[in-house]
């Protein structure tokens, strides 16, 4: 077993808790990352330990100052409320039971000023790591370290023998992919992770393919 040095002290960070500060954060991050910066209104419904100790251990401040673009060890965290004043974005907190998912666990629901609506649900599993586990409703599983693909199609045979070969053909390496489907022949996802970027180029060549409905680039965390 590989231990990292990170893994040994944790991230850099406002503390007091890298599960419910610094991954907090990282969600709200990928929320922003998802939605894009044009945000009216954000609501997050929190889940397990989140619900019981976000005030306390300040979730509330980091999970907003993530979605406003802040990294996990800027000082501004601690006035997370006041700065989304300032940009006359909108926010509040809930209470949830989602269920049986981890007990770090929010649901962000953000409003974009066109009056669109963005949806994301993740997690905080230690040490400031997260997983994202849906989009949109979408069901996913991904990280946020490394690039990542989100592939909406129809589920049909050659669509990710197609998707592979694109990559490939780019000199993109794929570090993990995923598959998930409700049912057999319907809307599927595919979750990509890779170590290069990813640039429109290819985006583009994927999008020639008739059952691709839907691409999401999403940029790695910092």
């Given at each position: 077993?590989?231990?990292?040095?990170?893994?040994?002290?944790?991230?850099?960070?406002?503390?007091?808790?890298?599960?419910?500060?610094?991954?907090a954060i990282r969600l709200g991050n990928m929320a922003r990352?998802?939605?894009?910066?044009?945000?009216?209104?954000?609501?997050?419904?929190?889940?397990?330990?989140?619900?019981?100790?976000?005030?306390?251990?300040?979730?509330?401040?980091?999970?907003?100052?993530?979605?406003?673009?802040?990294?996990?060890?800027?000082?501004?965290?601690?006035?997370?409320?006041?700065?989304?004043?300032?940009?006359?974005?909108?926010?509040?907190?809930?209470?949830?039971?989602?269920?049986?998912?981890?007990?770090?666990?929010?649901?962000?629901?953000?409003?974009?000023?066109?009056?669109?609506?963005?949806?994301?649900?993740?997690?905080?599993?230690?040490?400031?790591?997260?997983?994202?586990?849906?989009?949109?409703?979408?069901?996913?599983?991904?990280?946020?370290?490394?690039?990542?693909?989100?592939?909406?199609?129809?589920?049909?045979?050659?669509?990710?023998?197609?998707?592979?070969?694109?990559?490939?053909?780019?000199?993109?390496?794929?570090?993990?992919?995923?598959?998930?489907?409700?049912?057999?022949?319907?809307?599927?996802?595919?979750?990509?992770?890779?170590?290069?970027?990813?640039?429109?180029?290819?985006?583009?060549?994927?999008?020639?393919?008739?059952?691709?409905?839907?691409?999401?680039?999403?940029?790695?965390?910092?």
């Amino acid at each position: 077993m590989t231990v990292s040095l990170f893994d040994v002290i944790g991230p850099i960070m406002v503390g007091p808790s890298s599960s419910h500060t610094a991954g907090a954060i990282r969600l709200g991050n990928m929320a922003r990352k998802v939605s894009g910066e044009a945000i009216q209104a954000v609501k997050f419904y929190l889940h397990g330990s989140f619900a019981r100790t976000y005030r306390g251990h300040g979730t509330d401040r980091a999970l907003l100052g993530g979605v406003l673009g802040l990294a996990p060890a800027d000082e501004r965290i601690r006035e997370a409320f006041q700065l989304a004043r300032q940009q006359n974005i909108e926010y509040d907190f809930f209470t949830i039971d989602l269920g049986n998912v981890h007990p770090n666990t929010a649901h962000i629901m953000i409003t974009r000023k066109d009056g669109s609506t963005c949806e994301i649900s993740g997690s905080s599993i230690g040490g400031g790591k997260v997983v994202i586990t849906s989009i949109n409703k979408l069901p996913v599983e991904f990280s946020g370290n490394y690039t990542t693909t989100i592939v909406i199609h129809q589920d049909k045979p050659g669509v990710i023998a197609y998707t592979t070969s694109v990559f490939s053909h780019h000199h993109i390496n794929i570090a993990f992919l995923r598959v998930f489907r409700q049912l057999r022949g319907q809307e599927a996802s595919m979750i990509i992770e890779t170590d290069e970027m990813v640039d429109h180029e290819v985006i583009a060549t994927l999008q020639e393919y008739p059952d691709i409905k839907q691409i999401l680039l999403i940029e790695p965390l910092p």
